[in-house]
Nanobody, 125 residues
């Protein structure tokens, strides 16, 4: 069974930093892994994705502030979040697509078939 476990969420003041981690287990392949987030009353949106080859894509709202990376040997995805803003407050979810080969299929929910439980990130002003 495929399982994704996020960690690293918490509360931070505006301008601060957090580092999220996502460990995948039970997956035959980690072709594309990504981060999505959902704020109260809003739809879930893509944040950043990275393929097993190291190619990445970011949402415009986080580009330049967030950095996605991964450790393929440990099947772990990271999200370094700097210069956090109150509007970054959301539940952050890790997602995995191992069916589409070594390339990501876009920063979109439909591209991913497996999801973690999410970790809360709260940014106070």
């Amino acid at each position: 069974q495929v399982k994704l476990e996020e960690s690293g969420g918490g509360s931070v003041q505006a301008g601060g930093s957090l580092r999220l981690s996502c460990v995948a287990s039970g997956s035959p392949y980690s072709g594309c892994m990504g981060w999505f987030r959902q704020a109260p009353g809003k739809e879930r949106e893509g944040v950043a994705i990275m393929s097993v080859l190291g190619n990445s894509e970011y949402a415009g709202s986080v580009k330049g502030r967030f950095t996605v990376s991964r450790d393929n040997a440990k099947m772990t995805l990271f999200l370094q979040m700097n210069s956090l803003k109150p509007e970054d407050t959301a539940i952050y979810y890790c997602a995995l697509d191992f069916t589409s080969g070594p390339y990501c299929q876009g920063l979109r929910e439909a591209a991913f078939g497996h999801w973690g439980q999410g970790t809360q990130v709260t940014v106070s002003s």
